[in-house]
């Protein structure tokens, strides 16, 4: 099964996918700004699967393109889904754990903030993110997950870009990752992925 999903996935990405640069996928078409619900939905069950020997309370991701496919994972698991704000809201005045992230894709440092009252001690936190790049947004909220003295049970990611250096990055601070898609490749304006094309849906 999980083969089947990573296909549909990897399908969809080289179908509806745009290349930007040969830094940047852009999948606004499925998952950035309109959502595929079922997809969505397959990559929660991917993610369930891939973590089903972890024990997971919470899932935390970061506003707003990780939600889609987050809120499906928390369903599945049964348990809550948090997704740290990108700004200090007005609404936000509770006791907060923040930190600051380099933001990829808008080139700015923005402050990433959860409620304290969302993560209790000894939480054991899933964190995940739609893209992978340098794995600044996922150490961010690898550390708010310990500032709340929580633990990271995993790091699930939907499109990594293996040629840069998140993936290295996360696994060397001694976190598990998990990425669903592997993208080795933008150049020329074309996706290739880690693993061989064959494994695509046509
Ligand atoms: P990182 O923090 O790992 O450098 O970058 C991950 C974050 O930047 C993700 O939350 C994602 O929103 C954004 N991002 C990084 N690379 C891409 C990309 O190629 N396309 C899109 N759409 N977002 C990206």
Redesign the pocket.
């Given at each position: 099964m999980e083969v089947y999903r990573m296909k549909l996935l990897k399908t969809k990405i080289i179908e509806e996918g745009t290349v930007?640069s040969d830094?940047?996928?852009?999948?606004?078409a499925f998952l950035?700004h309109q959502v595929d619900p079922a997809l969505m939905m397959e990559i929660g069950k991917a993610f369930v699967e891939r973590f089903q020997d972890t024990p997971i309370t919470k899932v935390l991701t970061?506003e707003s393109?990780?939600i889609a496919p987050s809120v499906m994972t928390a369903l599945l698991l049964g348990v809550p889904l948090i997704f740290a704000r990108k700004r200090k809201s007005l609404t936000l005045t509770e006791n907060l754990l923040v930190h600051q992230?380099?933001?990829?894709?808008k080139m700015e440092t923005v402050e990433v903030a959860v409620a304290q009252k969302f993560i209790a001690p000894g939480e054991q936190v899933l964190i995940i993110?739609?893209?992978?790049?340098?794995?600044?947004?996922?150490?961010?909220l690898a550390h708010i997950v310990e500032q709340a003295q929580g633990k990271v049970a995993g790091i699930g990611i939907v499109?990594e870009?293996s040629f840069?250096q998140?993936h290295r990055k996360l696994e060397e601070a001694g976190y598990r990752v998990e990425s669903l898609a592997r993208v080795a490749s933008l150049a020329d304006g074309k996706v290739q992925f880690v693993e061989a094309a064959s494994t695509v849906l046509h």
């Open positions: 930007l830094q940047v996928l852009k999948v606004d950035n970061l393109s990780g992230v380099q933001s990829f894709t993110d739609d893209f992978l790049a340098h794995g600044e947004a996922a150490l961010g499109i870009k840069q998140g």
